[in-house]
Structure formats: C-alpha cells, structure tokens
C-alpha cells in the first residue's frame, strides 16, 4: 500500500477540461465499466477509470505525465457503453490537449495555436510569414498583377531557395519547442509510471514495436463503437506521409538536380505518389468531418482543438490539389493565390505541429513507446 | 367470488387494482375499517412477485406464512370482492363516483375444482410454467402455484386444444370445468381507486454484454429465488440449469441494468440486499460454494444494517467494488468467465465461476395510460404521488422500487387515503 497523501484538487484544471470537451466528466461515479469494454486497457493498472476520477478531482499533475491517455484512440467504446454519460473517450481527449499544452514551449505558442479567441493571430503569424518570404524574393506583385506567363512557381513566386530556408529554418524553431516538451513529457511518464527493470525490450525493440503497430494501424482495429476511425485516420496519416515523403525527396531533387523541377509529366513515379497522398488525405479528412458532424456520440465531441487540426491539414490537401490543376491548366488568374494560401495552412501544419492536435504524433507515438517498455498490455 | 350483486354498490366502494403485497394490505386495510372494496388481479391467483420469492429479509422466513394470513383476511372479510384473471379496460367519471369496466378472461374452470389433479394426468399439453420463469413446466392445465389462491386450476387458452381434446373435461368428476366459457365484462361504481400494479424485473437479455438468454447459466436474482424455493423447478437445491450441477462457485452480479442511463437510470434499493440475501441460501445449502459479489456501491437500508454486516462475515462471500461489464461462457464446461475492475486494487479480474446471478432492477408494470386519463407517471413509469387529489391512489411498487416491508406501510397508507377521499 502507498502511504496516504495529501493531494490539492487543481480547480481551474478541472474547469479547463469541461471547456475543452470533457464537459461531462462530474458525472462518472466510478463503476469501471469503462475499463472492461476497452479492448485496448491492460488487465494491470487499467483505464480509463482511474484518469476521471483524477480529472474529478482535478489531479493535473497525474494525468498530464499519464501514459494512458494517449494508449486511447478515442473509438468511445467507453463513452457508448457507459451507464452515466459520462463520456470517458471525451474526457481523455480533452486531457491530451492539456498534456500538449502543459509541456510544449513556449507557452504563449499553445496558447495562440489552442485558444479560438485567437485565432486570427494564429492565422495572420503565417500570412506575414509567407509575405515576407515574398517580399525577399521580391514577388509580392506577383498576387496583385499575376504573370501572364506559364504558371511557375519558383521563378515568379516562392523561389526554392527562400523556402528551403526560411521556411525550414522556422518548421525546426517550433520543433525544437516541441522537442524540449517531448523531453519534459517522456521523463514525467518515466516517474509516473517506472520502467520495470526486467522485462524492458529497451528504448530501440519499443520504438520499432511502436511504429510497426502504428503502420499497421492495428489499435484503431479493436475498436467497435466508432469503427469509422480506422479509414479516416488511415487516409489521414497514409496521405500525409506520402505528400511528407515525396515533398522531401523533391526538396533534395531540386538541391541535386534543379533541372528536374518542375516535374510535367502526371505519369511521372513521385507525382503519382504525391496525388495519390492528396487522394488519401483529403478522403480520410471528409469522412473525419462527416463522422464528427453526424454521430458525434461515436466520433467524439468534437472541441476548437479537433477542427482546428482537422480543417487545417483537410485545406492543406485540397489547396495543394488546386495549386497542382492551377499549374497544369496554367490558371494563373488564381493559381498564385492558390499556392499562397497553401503555404500558409502548411505553415500551420507544421510549424503549430508540437502545440495543435498534431502533437500527438509526437506524444502518442512516445507514450506507445513506454508502453511497450512497462509492458502487459492488449497486443 | 361472485359478480351478481356487482353494480349495485352506490359508489361506496374502493376499487384495488393489482393483487400483490400491496393490493392485499391496501384491500385488507380498508376493508377492516368498513369500506367495501373490489380487490382485481390480472393473474389467476393473489400474491404477485412475493408468493414467488424464496424468503424475504432481514428474518429470513418463506412469504407463505404471511400470505395465508392475508388470504384468510381476505376470505373471511365479507367487504371484500376478489377478482382474479381480471384486467381493468376503463375508468370514468370524476373522484367520488368512478365508474369502471373490468373484464374477466374465459373462466374455463369455476369453483367447483377441488384441485383434485385428475385434470392434469389426462392434458397432452406442456406449457412453460412463467410462475417459474419458465424453468419448468405445467400442462396446459395447472394449479399456479402450491399455495394459490383461490385454490383451483386454471386453463392457458393460448395453449389449450379445446374442445377438440376435452380429456380434462371427462376427467374431472366435479363438473368443474367448461371450454366454452367467454369473457365476461361487467362494470364497478367506486368512490376511489388503488393502483397496487406492482413491477416486473427488467429484461436481462437487454444487456448483450452480460449474456442472458444466451448462456444457460447466468440466471436473474428472481430466478435465483424459484431455484431456492422448495416448491421451485429444482425442489429447493441450488443447481445450475445447464446440467444441474451443485455450483462450486457463484457470482453476484449487482446493477445489472440498474443505474445505468442506457437501461434503468434509477437504484431499485432492493438488489445489493437481495443478493446478499442470496447468498445465505448458498451458504446453507452449499456450503463450500465460493461466491463472489460485484458492485458499484452497496446499497443497503439502514433498517436491514444489522443483517447486511452478519450476511458479509461469511468468509465464503468476497465482495469486489467494480461493475461486471462482460461475461463470456466456456461452451464445453458451460462455466463463465465474468470481468470487472477491481476499483480498489486498480486491476482487472477476470473471474471463472459455475454460475451467475444477476441482480436486475425492478421495472413498473406497465399501465395502459388511455385506460386512465388522470393517472400521472414520473419519467420512469411509476405512478406519480401527486395523483391523489384526482381520487386515484398508488400504492407500493406502483410508486417506486420498494422492499415487502415498505410495500406493507405504504399500501397501509394508501389505504388511508382512499378511504378519506370521496
């Protein structure tokens, strides 16, 4: 038995989490029905009950270094078969939104990136970002007084080398940010729930179990209530790291071999990997929209958090498809603007990653990590 | 017994609906003082869900003492008219002068039947007997139960030949029984009206996750009781109904549809009792039989405290806080599996028992809303208190989960308040 200790209830935590999604978690008293239907809850140290009655009793500093919260795909097996509508699947998520923002630096970012109020300045930070860009290369005329020419991009607008550096440079400021988080993030689970020395796989044999599950997308599979998840996050995450990698490759082509670039030819092995990646993505973003819109008792309660998240890298698939019909039906009434506005939601994809929802690629992909390291849970 | 001089009443009477626990008392009560009152049941005996329990706490004693007692008071109360296989179809007019339409079902067995049995040896008909739950069977033909009252057989139309067959008919030597009997509708004057329309358990095959209906040996709290009951389907022996076998390991599985939004929202205050309860049958007629019980919270009236403390210092009772959210079945042994976090140590058990017992809720029987326009429910069926003004009084489960003790009291007053209004 642990000794007895005091604990002080944080109060404005608590009210933090009801703001963001987790409105219903007073209600829960503690049946542990939750716990039995999650096929993804190990039989040792269960949850979800256990993370609401610390969210009741405003335990921030538990639940922020609590690993199990990012084990839950939010499916709402819970939440649906819960006899109180208490909605633990919600709960949780709302608290993953406060572990991102408890460890990510530098605060202010979380802030801007998580508050509706603000997000106008979450918005105008890329517009000035990306006009300034314009403005070294000097093609700011270029939205006002497009060329008549054939659309290209690098020549008349963003040139290659502006956005290998600059924007580049900023992505990896913000990652850094969110890196020093992770780090904070990694060692609190380490004290909150210790490594057992025995059956460790180790730091390497855990990250490499994690990412095969993760390609394998196996946890979203035992889920039952929300089914739906798997082909939205499927097409979602597939998407992204297609246009990720052929984005990359073409970015090392162009320092290589600048005469390859632009890529003509639609039958060309890297353009079809692109579209197939925007394909992917924007179809697993619509249904995404579509299962929040219409069964958000499966889907989730949907908080600012989610649709921020999900809106942004939805307009970062279609903007980059309309930016490629731009070029090839040489559109250049509009295509600029296209491109513009493409780089600015990419801008709040990447560079807002380790502060929006997206962190959990970051914090997720870890937890699963440590999971594997403390062992005993559902394969 | 009789319905001749009914309708002559000059509204004087107290009409009981439901002749359970709390129609009797409300009946006798009344009764007692002087009023006239016309006792209805829709069943073919008195006695509702008590009759059918095994034995009721904290004294641990069989209902039927109890209920002969009534009975007898009911008998031998000359202000009292009983009506069984009967169903009221309309009420009218306005608190003080009701006027009521009843209809008895086809009464193919009348008051000459001794109970003699003959009847029974003849029938080529099996029914599943519903006094048990259906875990046994009657002929079409049957004595509802061994303490029924009135004593005498009655016939399951929906499943009797008819006159086609008649074995019955030439066996009895009575003249007792006659297939052609219809239905008989007749009306009551009263002053007030008694709803005592009792409850019913809540469908256990409603949880999917807990495997009712599908796995033979998960049963309900009020199978449990028949199985205990000495004029039960198993003649008192704790056996489980796969293969009779003696459980060497029980479950109790608590809110088992109670407290739950998706079934019943409400605490029916009576199952953490019940189950405990239980688990004295077990212990006595089983006594290396391991059980185990799972629960929310215990919830247990103060008044029964006492009894709750003695029942848990049987070291063959543990008592797990955690609700059981999944039961599996192993299909070669029939043995189950039931799940449940164990709230206080933080893990998940997953324990292989010889049988369950699910402690489901009570529901309120329903009451056709039409038939009485002035009757008010709250949002879960239950008759709503409020409803006196309008000279029509609930009474016991009507009104809300009650235990028999507090059914008594409440009928009691009940009663009262009939009386007073007219």
Not at chain 1, 203 to 219: G, M, Q, T
């Amino acid at each position: 038995m642990t000794a007895l200790r005091l604990t002080e209830p944080d109060l404005d935590f608590i009210k933090e989490l009801q703001k963001t999604g987790g409105e219903s978690l007073k209600k829960c008293f503690q049946c542990a029905t939750c716990s039995v239907v999650c096929q993804l809850s190990p039989d040792n140290n269960p949850f979800p009950r256990k993370e609401m009655i610390w969210a009741q009793w405003g335990q921030k500093e538990r639940l922020v270094s609590d690993h199990h919260v990012w084990l839950c795909h939010q499916c709402n097996d819970c939440s649906t078969n819960c006899p109180r509508g208490a909605r633990p699947g919600d709960v949780l998520a709302a608290v993953r939104a406060q572990s991102i923002r408890h460890y990510s630096i530098p605060g202010f970012m979380t802030k801007i990136v998580q508050d509706p109020k603000l997000i106008l300045v979450a918005l105008a930070i890329p517009v000035l970002y990306v006009l300034a860009m314009l403005g070294v290369d000097g093609h700011l005329s270029t939205l006002i007084h497009p060329p008549k020419a054939e659309v290209e991009y690098g020549s008349y607008f963003l040139s290659h080398l502006t956005l290998n550096i600059m924007f580049t440079s900023a992505f990896v400021i913000f990652l850094l940010g969110g890196l020093v988080g992770l780090t904070r993030f990694i060692n609190d689970m380490k004290k909150t729930d210790p490594i057992p020395g025995d059956k460790d796989p180790g730091f390497i044999k855990a990250v490499i179990a994690a990412f095969f599950e993760l390609l394998a997308h196996r946890k979203f599979k035992k889920c039952t209530a929300g089914s739906n998840r798997y082909f939205s996050h499927f097409g979602l995450f597939y998407g992204f790291a297609l246009l990720f990698i052929v984005t990359s490759i073409v970015v090392l082509l162009i320092l290589v071999a600048p005469d390859t670039y632009p890529i003509n030819s639609l039958s060309n092995p890297l353009k079809l990997a692109g579209n197939l990646g925007a394909i992917l993505l924007i179809g697993g973003g619509l249904i995404a929209i579509y299962d929040r819109l219409t069964t958000p008792d499966l889907a989730g309660q949907s908080s600012y958090f989610d649709w921020f998240f999900l809106l942004v890298i939805l307009t970062v698939g279609i903007t980059g498809l309309l930016t490629e019909i731009a070029r090839f039906t040489n559109a250049s009434s509009w295509a600029y603007w296209m491109y513009f506005f493409h780089i600015v939601f990419v801008f709040c994809l990447l560079c807002y990653l380790p502060y929006s929802k997206f962190g959990h690629l970051l914090y997720r992909f870890f937890a699963i990590v440590h999971s594997k390291r403390v062992g005993g849970y559902p394969e | 017994m009789s319905s001749e001089n009914v309708g002559e009443a000059k509204n004087e009477g107290i009409l009981v609906v439901g002749g359970g626990i709390s129609g009797m008392t409300a009946a006798v009560e009344a009764a007692e003082v002087g009023k006239k009152v016309y006792l209805v049941e829709k069943e073919p005996y008195l006695g509702g869900r008590v009759v059918r329990m095994n034995q009721y706490f904290p004294k641990l004693c069989p209902p039927v003492c109890g209920f002969e007692i009534n009975s007898r008071r009911i008998k031998q109360n000359p202000r009292i008219e009983t009506f069984v296989s009967t169903q009221v179809k309309k009420i009218t007019g306005r608190p003080g002068a009701f006027v009521v339409t009843l209809e008895t079902k086809a009464s193919m067995v009348n008051d000459n039947c001794t109970a003699c049995g003959k009847c029974i040896d003849q029938c080529p008909v099996e029914r599943k007997d519903d006094f048990n739950y259906g875990m046994a069977k009657t002929k079409a033909i049957f004595l509802p139960h061994a303490m029924a009252y009135p004593f005498k057989y009655v016939i399951d139309p929906s499943v009797c030949k008819g006159k086609d067959c008649a074995k019955c008919v030439e066996a009895c030597e009575y003249d007792a029984i006659d297939l052609d009997a219809v239905p008989v509708e007749f009306e009551l004057n009263v002053t007030s009206v008694v709803f005592a329309t009792g409850w019913k358990p809540y469908d256990a095959t409603r949880m999917e996750n807990l495997g009712f209906g599908k796995f033979k040996n998960v049963v309900t709290n009020v199978m449990m009781e028949r199985i205990a009951a000495v004029d039960g389907p198993t003649g008192g022996k704790i056996q489980r109904p796969s293969d009779g076998k003696e459980p060497k390991s029980i479950a109790f599985v608590q809110c088992a549809g109670s407290r739950d939004e998706n079934h019943l929202a409400y605490c029916s205050g009576v199952c953490c009792m019940a189950s405990l309860k239980q688990s004295t049958y077990v212990k006595e007629k089983l006594p290396d039989c391991n059980m185990e019980m799972f629960y929310i919270d215990l919830r247990v009236a103060p008044r029964v405290e006492e009894f709750s403390v003695k029942v848990q210092e049987n070291e063959k009772l543990k008592l797990t806080k955690g609700k059981v959210a999944e039961i599996t079945e192993d299909p070669s042994t029939g043995n189950l599996t039931v799940t449940a976090e164990d709230t206080l140590a933080g893990e998940k058990i997953h324990r292989e028992v010889e049988m369950v017992v699910l402690a489901t809720g009570m529901e309120p029987n329903p009451v056709v809303k039409e038939l009485v326009p002035d009757l008010e429910f709250d949002e879960h069926g239950f008759v709503h208190p409020e409803t006196t003004d309008k000279g029509i009084v609930g009474a016991g489960c009507a009104k809300a989960p009650l235990d028999v003790y507090s059914s008594v009291q409440d009928a009691t007053a009940a009663a009262l308040k009939a009386i007073i209004l007219r």
